[in-house]
């Protein structure tokens, strides 16, 4: 059985790069039935994304937003893989 996570890591992926790969307190994606917030020991889940901006604060309260067209994200022991077109 793999170790949870004690820290949040945010991946976010897209077919031509790798845009962010960092740690994170918190997460807001635009998922299909309605945005969403992921914090620290979120259940696991599979989610389609659409148009819109993944949000993330980082642990030092630096916030970022990225601009995606759509795609999936899975949260599983506090690491959530964002796999967008940008």
Do not use: Q, W
Not at 17 to 46: C, K, Q, W
Not at 60 to 74: C, L, P
């Amino acid at each position: 059985m793999s170790e949870k996570r004690k820290e949040m890591r945010l991946v976010v992926l897209s077919p031509e790069r790798g845009i962010y790969d960092g740690e994170v307190a918190d997460v807001t994606l635009p998922g299909s039935l309605g945005r969403f917030e992921v914090l620290n020991g979120h259940a696991a889940l599979v989610s389609t994304l659409e148009a819109g901006e993944v949000r993330c604060t980082e642990p030092d309260g630096t916030e970022r937003a990225m601009a995606i067209r759509g795609g999936f994200a899975e949260v599983k022991d506090n690491e959530i893989v964002v796999c967008a077109e940008l």
